[in-house]
Nanobody, 121 residues
Framework: QVQLVESGGGLVQAGGSLRLSCAASRRTFMRDAMGWFRQAPGKEREFVAAISWSAGNTNYADSVKGRFTISRDNAKNTVYLQMNTLKPEDTAVYYC??????????????WGQGTQVTVSS
């Protein structure tokens, strides 16, 4: 399994921006698609975005298209989620995951511990 550690969460006002980072262990990072998921209180975990190992293919949930951007730096074994124009409904714990494809239905085998994002209105 890939070991994943998220960072960059925090409290931000609506309309603001945050950038999440996910540092991965080197051993399998280069072969994995990477994704971001989120879970709000009382709700199921939902797919946010994913990126292929080559960064040539990305996928976004409709709710974040045009506001969030996923990217990766394979030299640093790190994947990022740039979140702009944040809304209160983006408030959730955000999880990084390593998987077998960019689809939300792909097998996501490794997960980080999560980082809290809170957007105030």
């Amino acid at each position: 399994q890939v070991q994943l550690v998220e960072s960059g969460g925090g409290l931000v006002q609506a309309g603001g921006s945050l950038r999440l980072s996910c540092a991965a262990s080197r051993r399998t990072f280069m072969r994995d698609a990477m994704g971001w998921f989120r879970q709000a209180p009382g709700k199921e975990r939902e797919f946010v975005a994913a990126i292929s190992w080559s960064a040539g293919n990305t996928n976004y949930a409709d709710s974040v298209k045009g506001r969030f951007t996923i990217s990766r730096d394979n030299a640093k074994n790190t994947v990022y989620l740039q979140m702009n124009t944040l809304k209160p409904e983006d408030t959730a714990v955000y999880y990084c995951a390593a998987g077998e494809g960019v689809s939300r239905l792909a097998r996501w085998g490794s997960w980080g511990q999560g980082t809290q994002v809170t957007v105030s209105s």
